[in-house]
């Protein structure tokens, strides 16, 4: 699957106004199922309508999209954060980072320290919100571009769904 066909399909879009970005400077995974993001901030332009992060909080974000060539299920991970310090108009550090999930998803690639996640914010302005408990999440390379897991493993999804 071509690069144009993969990002519109999973409707991976930079520059939106929704966009929500998540960055860190390492990637930790010590325990099974969880990953600690060291130095992590929010930035990207949902930040302008979003309203204040509070500390100690989570949301549920959602990487099937992305992920569903490994997952036979629904992919869903845990963002948490602990302290949050507003530190420019455009980036939210956040302390104590954890992205944890089913650790039968193990088998997904791990992220990388220059890796980071653009997350979709549009179903989730006030009215809209609890309708839709999770974000969509895409992983993104240090080039900028989402991750095309069907380049490497899309014969394995097509032999394991003919058989």
Known sequence: MDDKTFEKMIGFMLGEKYKLEIHWSKADYKTE?????????????ALQIAEEIQPNNSMLLDFYKQYYIFAENVY?????WGAVKYVSEG?????DVTLSHDTELNRVPKLKD???????TEDHEAEKHSQHP???TIVVNVDGKAYNF????GIYRKAKDNA
């Open 134 to 136: 999770t974000y969509v």
């Open 76 to 80: 869903i991970a845990t963002f948490a």
């Open 33 to 45: 199922g969880v990953c600690i993001l060291k130095d992590a901030y929010f930035s990207g332009p």
């Open 114 to 120: 220059d890796d980071y996640l653009v997350i979709d």
């Open 150 to 153: 069907w380049n490497y493993h």
């Open 91 to 95: 980036k939210i550090m956040l302390s």
